[in-house]
């Protein structure tokens, strides 16, 4: 590589996270949609079990998960509540930024969900 085209790979960021945008597109987009169409589908569709025992956890502050996983539509709405959406009566669906933020919440949770089960 030569030193310009190392300095053009550096100076275009949004070259490297155009994937990581196509993936948060569908997250945020196509899974409520989903989640709408179908509403008894099992939130593994997204979410894998350490994901969805984590949000468990914190959407009921317990310890122990169910040993069934939740609806793909009920996982959504405790990701968009971790995203601050507040789920009142009169409001819409969530959008794309409060399932953005739940995500990137849920991901702390399973990290310390994760260290948590270490020890048992």
């Known amino acids: 590589m030569t030193p310009n085209e ?57 310890k122990h998960p169910p040993s069934d996983p939740p609806t793909l539509n009920q996982a959504i709405l405790w990701i968009a509540k971790l995203g601050g959406y507040l789920a009142r009566k009169h409001d819409l669906p969530p959008g794309p930024t409060v399932l953005w933020r739940g995500f990137m919440a849920l991901h702390e949770a399973t990290k310390m969900f994760q260290i948590m089960h270490q020890c048992d």
């Open 6 to 62: 190392t300095d053009l790979e550096y100076s275009n960021p949004s070259k490297n996270r155009a994937p990581c945008l196509i993936i948060g597109e569908v997250v945020t987009d196509v899974a409520p949609l989903l989640g709408r169409s179908n509403p008894e589908i099992s939130c593994e569709v997204l979410l894998q079990p350490i994901e969805w025992q984590a949000l468990y956890c914190r959407a009921h502050n317990t």
